[in-house]
């Protein structure tokens, strides 16, 4: 006889944060939605995002979500892009460093599994990013993106901007090219070298512009 799935833990409150976290609150559902909005993805684009998320994770939440309405095969539920947008710029400030209390001298090691691909496996480069007046090194090593505080030598591309502009890039409101146009954002660097920056540093829904 096959194993038994543990029964879904739902809040069963009369109340609507309760009943919306019911929906999408389980682990990488909100993942999914937010590349989603970006427009349809294939499988395997999808299984790429949600590397460590389990073997049957993917399959199990795809399934809650179209059986929801949440997803179809054109694209994710664009009520809840309002949401899921701001949740990632709210977390942009945990991202950069730069939260109110942020240790300035903290260094910190993330994961990117889920970005990695052949061209970029083995990548060994840093890019200097100072957001909001903030100044730190992001330095890619192989599957993993290191912070850390101040500035570096040799950068492959520089960025200024603020988390604002950062946030209408995250969201869609802006292009690359746009918020460059409006003074919103410096960057320098290659041009192969800023979109690899953005797809190694994770930023999957940003559109370029050029």
């Known amino acids: 006889m096959a194993p038994r799935s543990p029964a879904r833990r739902t809040y069963d409150r009369f109340c609507p944060l309760s009943l919306a976290l019911d929906q999408v609150g389980d682990r990488w559902t909100l993942h999914i939605l937010m590349a989603l909005l970006g427009g349809p993805k294939r499988y395997t684009e999808l299984k790429q995002l949600l590397t460590g998320a389990g073997t049957n994770i993917l399959s199990d939440r795809l399934r809650g979500l179209a059986a929801n309405g949440l997803v179809s095969r054109a694209t994710g539920n664009a009520q809840l892009g309002p949401v899921i947008g701001g949740l990632a710029t709210w977390g942009l400030e945990l991202l950069t460093g730069t939260a109110p209390g942020s240790d300035e001298k903290e260094q910190r090691m ?63 409101r802006q292009t690359v090219a746009e918020a460059i146009e409006h003074g919103h954002i410096k960057l320098s660097g ?21």
């Open 110 to 172: 993330f994961d990117r599994t889920w970005t990695l691909d052949a061209a970029t496996e083995a990548l060994h480069e840093s890019y200097q990013w100072s957001i909001d007046g903030v100044d730190f090194e992001l330095a890619v090593r192989g599957d993993k993106i290191i912070r850390t505080p101040g500035r570096t030598a040799r950068p492959a591309v520089t960025l200024t901007a603020g988390n604002s502009t950062l946030a209408n890039l995250v969201t869609g």
């Open 190 to 210: 290659s041009k192969t070298a800023i979109r690899r920056m953005f797809n190694v540093t994770g930023f999957p829904l940003v559109r370029l512009g050029f």
